[in-house]
């Protein structure tokens, strides 16, 4: 079954410990994305990935870090989280082939800092 | 950026009636896609609409695109109570401003079909 997976999916920590929060998918997808939601501040956009070792920021990069060393495989990494990194997050992908740009979303992981 | 901007934010109907939602945007843009999202879960894509295309169908979704006044709108026909979601515009930016890598969603359409 075609899909992204995220892990995990819910997730409290305390500031400053460093997380990881894994994405996956099995489309051989080009394109990934990570993006956070707020209440009242809809899909914000963090970082994406053209491909294979290929990063650049979104919107509200800052606090965030990412690497796209295999084609399945987009890690979202909070170096010293701060509870204004608490949200629902979620990753997405897409193929860049015929121009569709359709997006595939991941489950979401909830992450709750204190 | 918030580029896409839905309208209203919320709506209540009752089951078999239309829903329709409107989202407007800025600046050019290459396509411009509608996406569900049942409460705290991931957001399903539904339809996509090119810059140069005015109407589109899929099941009982039906969008519209005028790139003139820089807004579409997503209309769900004969609605159900399973229709309860909110739905997203997102724009693709046009190649000049950076490609349609940058997705960038609006704030949502909450929809509450009432059976």
């Known amino acids: 079954e075609a899909q992204v997976t995220q892990n995990p999916r819910y997730l409290i920590t305390v500031t400053g410990k460093k997380l990881t929060v894994t994405c996956s998918q099995n489309m051989n997808h080009e394109y990934m994305s990570w993006y956070r939601q707020d209440p009242g501040l809809g899909l914000r956009q963090i970082y994406y990935?053209?491909?294979?070792?290929?990063?650049d920021k979104g919107d509200v990069p800052e606090g965030y870090k990412v690497s796209r060393k295999e084609k399945r495989n987009f890690p979202l990494i909070l170096e010293s989280p701060s509870p204004n990194q608490t949200s629902l997050y979620f990753c997405a992908s897409s193929s860049l082939a015929g121009g569709s740009y359709e997006q595939y979303f991941g489950p979401g992981t909830r992450l709750t800092v204190t | 950026s918030q580029q896409g901007e839905e309208d209203p934010q919320a709506l209540s109907i009752q089951e078999g009636e239309n829903a329709t939602m409107n989202c407007s945007y800025k600046?050019?843009?290459?396509?411009l896609q509608w996406y569900r999202q049942n409460s705290g879960r991931g957001l399903v894509h539904l339809i996509l609409i090119r810059s140069n295309e005015r109407e589109k169908h899929s099941g009982r979704l039906r969008v519209t695109l005028d790139t003139s006044k820089k807004s579409s709108s997503l209309l769900i026909t004969a609605s159900r109570a399973a229709d309860t979601a909110s739905y997203f515009c997102?724009?693709?930016?046009?190649?000049?401003?950076?490609?349609?890598?940058?997705?960038?969603f609006g704030k949502g359409t909450k929809l509450t079909v009432n059976p």
């Open positions: 990935s053209m491909n294979v070792e290929v990063t």
């Open positions: 997102a724009t693709a930016p046009g190649l000049t401003q950076g490609g349609s890598e940058k997705l960038v």
């Open positions: 600046t050019s843009i290459n396509n």
